[in-house]
């Protein structure tokens, strides 16, 4: 039966796919891919590319950024009604997201706008900081501990709150929060205890441990990711 | 080189291992993998069974599963000492642990001792948290929400805290503590929108939406989950 399969593909390196989004992959004849802006374009579609079959049909499709919901809704929607449509037309389609689609992800919306009128599935994947924190061997939990993942976009307020609760915060998107970031960590201190990673898993993966050196204006990548432990 | 690998080998279905996880296995000499009480003896070592070489030795060890971690750290050291030694004679040597080895796993207190007298490496796997959110098609996060995992061994005031805090609180290990969290989930109204699932991924999975049903004294799997939603 012709199903809409969306697939989490790992944090960057084609190897933490898993077995079973390798073989939904290969099964698609229909791919959507977002089309993000400048050198990210191709990240997650070079990923997935070693499982991809020669008949595939990639179709990339905008998905607007920004985050005045009304401004994407009538994108998301149109994408949606084409992939009902290939689907209804009895083509397996594949929407990838990176790291899993249930963690920040654009496909989430595609799937609530989609609803039951069509078959979904969708495979979970490797999301950043559990293969950062593999990378690096810094257990995210153990025994009674608890963590959150927060994003920089959740304001000052809400990341104090989580980093005074938990013994270990991965806080994510934090490429342009680092002005409010860093004396927050530096106020808590923790500035010497958290681990700084950008394009984990990938041959560009650069990982700091410890964040004092940091400068406010140093130029991150989108895909940079701090996990903050508790000393 | 010889190496120690931590393979994580995700929440019960073999396919949801990674393309990596896979190829380590296959390379493996030796595979350390704990000896738990009854019929989760064999889970790790059933998912990870596919991909085992045949000239492949186990080494069935028992892991205190105790609260008491001086109990515990004896019959650790007395491992990590065997695996250093095996690495050491040239084998490659194994872990597995269900999930992702940085979550809630006894590797990280073997990754401890063992420091850097070996080569060591982690291979991240998926959670059976984040495989619930896709198999239900439930976000645990979008656009500048959080969520936060914690172990119901955490203690009540924690987990208030988390479930004011966050969107979404992933609560762990639920099975003794029924008594407590469903009355705490009932005073802040959550009973309808939490998620339970046993046996993530697997053939015996269970998913139930809604606990407000739930009896206090339900006999549930060590392996129960509860994804806990905002309305």
């Known amino acids: ?44 579609l070079s990923i997935a590319e070693p499982y991809l079959s020669e008949h595939l049909q990639i179709k990339q499709r905008h998905f607007p950024m920004v985050r005045d919901r009304s401004l994407k809704e009538g994108q998301w929607q149109s994408i949606a009604e084409e992939i009902i449509a290939d689907v209804q037309a009895g083509s397996n389609v594949g929407f990838i997201t990176l790291g899993d689609p249930m963690v920040f992800s654009t496909y989430a919306y595609l799937l609530e706008i989609i609803g039951d009128r069509i ?84 041959d560009r993966q650069d990982v700091r441990r410890g964040v004092r050196d940091l400068s406010f204006d140093e130029k991150l990548s989108y895909f940079t990711t701090l996990i903050v432990k508790q000393p």
């Open 119 to 202: 078959e979904t599935k969708t495979i979970p994947g490797i999301t950043s900081y559990n293969s950062i924190a593999s990378e690096v061997g810094v257990p995210l939990v153990m025994d009674e501990e608890s963590f959150a993942v927060v994003p920089a976009t959740a304001g000052l307020e809400r990341l104090e709150a989580a980093l005074s609760l938990h013994e270990t915060v991965v806080i994510m998107k934090v490429a342009n929060y680092l002005p409010t970031i860093l004396p927050l960590l530096d106020k808590h201190g923790l500035l010497d205890t958290t681990i700084l990673v950008s394009h984990a898993s990938t």
């Open 1 to 44: 039966m012709a199903t809409f399969y969306g697939i989490g593909i790992g944090p960057g390196d084609s190897e933490l796919v898993t077995v079973k989004a390798s073989r939904m992959l290969k099964q698609l004849d229909i791919l959507y891919t977002p089309e993000a802006k400048k050198n990210d374009k191709s990240l997650a």
